[in-house]
């Protein structure tokens, strides 16, 4: 069994940053990609940014150059460096993990960020 933590969310002013931080645990023997979703209510859940095992990354457009993904493979844990937040970053973050081609998912952690 393998489960998925997620912690740092809260509430921001825009402009501020705050820290995502996601570590896996149980039956692990390597984790492949791992990357960081979001979902707005209304809308469907996007890839946010995503890192694999080798530490090649790719981001959204909007959020480029503003969020930094980065992991630590002995940890197993990924972390999401958010900074200068906008009002439209508001939303449920999930972290994923991709072990043994299956997909495994956080519960998820809000982040809010006000005018």
């Known amino acids: 069994q393998v489960q998925l933590v997620e912690s740092g969310g809260g509430l921001v002013q825009a402009g501020g940053s705050l820290r995502l931080s996601c570590a896996a645990s149980g039956s692990i023997f390597s984790i492949n990609a791992m990357g960081w979703y979001r979902q707005a209510p209304g809308n469907q859940r996007e890839l946010v940014a995503a890192i694999t095992s080798g530490g090649s990354t790719n981001y959204k457009d909007s959020v480029k150059g503003r969020f930094t993904i980065s992991r630590d493979n002995a940890k197993n844990t990924v972390y999401l460096q958010m900074n200068s937040l906008k009002p439209e970053d508001t939303a449920v973050y999930y972290c994923?993990?991709?072990?043994?081609?299956?997909?495994?998912w956080g519960q998820g952690t809000q982040v809010t960020v006000s005018s």
């Open positions: 994923a993990a991709n072990i043994r081609n299956y997909d495994y």
